[in-house]
């Protein structure tokens, strides 16, 4: 599987960006997808996941209702709609699929160690 993320840019405080992330593979349907971030000398951290049907989300605290996820299965692409950015949003932003599981039914999700495909990562700054 191979996974190419897009978007990510220079906003400043309060602007929107949208990532998008395309995936290879012709069961993307069954795979959860994830996004995550690393911030300079940061542990790489969950942001929001979404199950294989798109039906069920779940998101960080820290963005939960500012960043929305969601996936076009018929584009093998997956999307994060970040609005309200705030510069704490700074980070490398990655994609991930867990190609073993389709619901979002643990909690395990949320854990780097559960995706076992990544993106590339794309940069977003948010400036103040």
Not at 25 to 38: A, D, L, P
Not at 47 to 69: C, E, L, M, P, Q
Request: net charge neutral.
């Amino acid at each position: 599987v191979q996974l190419q993320a897009s978007g990510g840019g220079l906003v400043q405080a309060g602007g929107s960006l949208r990532l998008s992330c395309a995936a290879s593979g012709r069961t993307f349907s069954s795979w959860i997808m994830g996004w995550f971030r690393q911030a300079p000398g940061k542990e790489r951290e969950f942001v929001t996941a979404i199950s294989g049907s798109g039906g069920n989300t779940y998101y960080a605290d820290s963005v939960k209702g500012r960043f929305t996820i969601s996936r076009d299965n018929a584009k093998n692409t997956v999307y994060l709609q970040m609005n309200s950015l705030k510069p704490e949003d700074t980070a490398v932003y990655y994609c991930a699929v867990d190609t073993l599981r389709k619901e979002l039914d643990h909690l395990t999700f949320q854990f780097v160690s559960e995706y076992d495909f990544w993106g590339q990562g794309t940069q977003v700054t948010v400036s103040s």
